[in-house]
């Protein structure tokens, strides 16, 4: 075996050693593996003028061993991070499936629930049945019950005076029940807000130049019911930043329609959906954000489940009244929302009612605090019993310092006398997060001015992070921005339908959620469980019976 030769360092070569063959580092030399050639190109260099270190040039076969080893650390890096990926993607395919197996037990569990109550109040029918009959038999008409009939005058008047005063004392009782009743349906149970899926829009539009699609679907929650869901957005940019509109109170998805314009115009994915209790979606009862934040779980779980190819899907919310509530309380539990807006939400659903309470008093009604207790408590129970969570669990101000990591935006009406604007003001004290305060001109209700929709455009932008080219339309060239994109008007649009009037919006928002006259009969409802004067309303004919505490009864 040959042995290596020792260069002479003395002489001046720089001569290094890897870990296949000795290479000579001037770059005019050629590589030779023999150690022959190797001797002489240091002795021949040896006899030169040594080169500065900055004219030294370095032979790639020198690094080859340091980049292998740099490529295989890349390598396992990105194995690495697939894996995650993967991990994360099973994750939102368990969570999905998870909420549907649920879904699926519940849904079989409120069947045979139905089917044991049907029978239950099948068996009750005939037994009253059988009941009436044995009284009917038991007062047959005898010759001395004949006899009663014709009895003095004046006994005969003495009894018509005690139906008289029963009938007085009966009446406050019945009044107060159905004051107590309207209350109980105004949370739980408020009137169902009705419409044709052809409202919602065409399929397939075109908007700004752009093609546009609707797409429907209908997904279980974890509570068994099947809930409506409607997504907007362009055919061919299914990879942009979603927002979810959510409804408030006696109303649906169709309440999204006045900000479908501005949304799409930002290039955004838009889904509305109905809340179960509400709009399409399956369901008895509301619950005023409780539960509604299972139906947006659902929700969020699909959306992310379908776009798991999106690495970096973001996700903002966007709720009015009840949905507000809802995006807030939902929030505190989910850190990978983006951003909210939460317009007209109410601090407590407890704090709320009290309010209500004294705007009556201020009315002239006199109600001791005692009583305001014990009736805040038989609602309490009611609620409980029918929708199965307490009043005294919705209080979205408690969720707001959890939501550190997600910027909001907190809007309310300055003449809203129904949810005071403090309420917002309260969340928004409380929240941790990024915040910023919008107070707008108009009641609970009323349709949100311009200025409020491009600051939310302004918002959605900066944390959506929405790319300038995104942009289709600016919406000041527009007729009337809050009519849905299919119907606007404008040279710049190039919609397929121009025809803007107020007939052909596809609807009558002041019929929708939260209006003046649901406001005016839930006022009333308190009033006439507090005592006073029966005020005629629409809400019996959209309640549903329910039963009133001994207690309040014997009261």
């Not at 699909?302 to 949905?323: D, F, Q, T, V, Y």
């Amino acid at each position: 075996m040959t042995k290596r030769p020792t260069p002479d360092r003395s002489k001046g070569a720089i001569i290094v050693s890897c870990r296949y063959c000795l290479v000579c580092l001037y770059p005019s030399k050629p590589h030779n593996s023999s150690i022959e050639s190797l001797a002489i190109a240091y002795e021949s260099s040896s006899s030169k003028e040594q080169p500065q270190p900055h004219q030294l040039s370095y032979n790639p076969m020198f690094n080859f061993g340091k980049q292998r080893k740099l490529q295989e650390e890349r390598k396992r890096q990105e194995d690495l991070i697939a894996a995650q990926l993967r991990a994360l993607e099973l994750e939102h395919e368990l969570e999905y499936e998870k909420l549907t197996q649920r879904g699926l037990i519940a849904n079989k569990e409120q069947k045979i629930a139905k089917e044991r109550e049907q029978e239950v109040q099948e068996k009750k029918k005939k037994l009253k049945l059988a009941r009436t009959k044995s009284k009917d038999d038991d007062t047959a008409t005898t010759p001395a019950a004949a006899d009663d009939d014709v009895g003095d005058s004046d006994d005969s008047s003495i009894e018509e005076g005690k139906k008289a005063s029963s009938k007085e004392e009966m009446s406050y009782v019945e009044m107060a029940r159905m004051g107590y009743q309207q209350l109980v349906n105004a949370i739980i149970r408020p009137p169902r807000c009705s419409y044709e899926l052809n409202q919602l829009g065409p399929e397939y539009f075109r908007f700004a130049g752009t093609q546009f699609e609707r797409t429907d679907w209908t997904l279980m929650t974890e509570r068994g019911y099947h809930i409506e869901v409607s997504q907007w957005g362009q055919k061919s940019n299914y990879d942009r930043p979603i927002l979810i509109y959510l409804h408030g109170n006696a109303s649906a998805r169709l309440e999204v329609l006045p900000q479908l314009t501005s949304l799409l115009a930002m290039g955004l994915t838009v889904v509305s959906l109905d809340f179960a209790g509400s709009g399409k979606s399956d369901g008895e009862y509301v619950s005023l954000g409780y539960y509604e934040r299972e139906d947006l779980a659902t929700v969020i779980a699909h959306l992310r489940r379908h776009h798991r190819e999106n690495k970096n899907l973001k996700i903002a919310l966007w709720g009015r009244s009840m949905g507000a509530a809802t995006a807030v309380m939902y929030g505190a539990r989910d850190a990978r929302i983006d951003c909210l807006i939460a317009d007209s939400s109410f601090a407590s659903l407890v704090k709320l009612a009290e309010e209500l309470v004294e705007t009556a008093r201020q009315q002239g009604i006199v109600v001791p605090n005692v009583v305001v207790s014990a009736a805040l408590q038989m609602i309490q129970w009611s609620v409980q019993k029918h929708a199965n969570f307490n009043i005294r669990d919705l209080s979205p101000v408690t969720y707001a310092s959890d939501c550190a990591t997600i910027p909001a935006l907190f809007i309310h009406g300055e003449h809203d006398d129904f949810i005071k604007p403090h309420h917002s003001q309260d969340i928004c004290e409380e929240y941790t997060g990024p915040k910023n305060m919008l107070v707008v001109e108009g009641d609970h209700n009323d349709p949100r001015p311009a200025t409020c929709i491009t600051a939310c455009q302004s918002f959605l932008q900066r944390h959506l992070q929405v790319a300038e080219d995104w942009h289709l339309i600016d919406i000041t060239t527009l007729d009337n921005p809050l009519y849905p994109p299919w119907f606007q008007k404008s040279a710049t649009a190039n919609c397929t339908k121009t025809n803007s009037s107020s007939s052909t919006v596809g609807y009558d928002e002041t019929k929708m959620g939260m209006t003046q006259q649901r406001q005016h009969e839930i006022k009333s409802s308190i009033k006439t469980m507090l005592g006073a004067q029966n005020e005629e309303s629409n809400a019996e004919k959209h309640s549903v019976e329910v039963e009133m505490p001994v207690s309040m009864e014997k009261s």
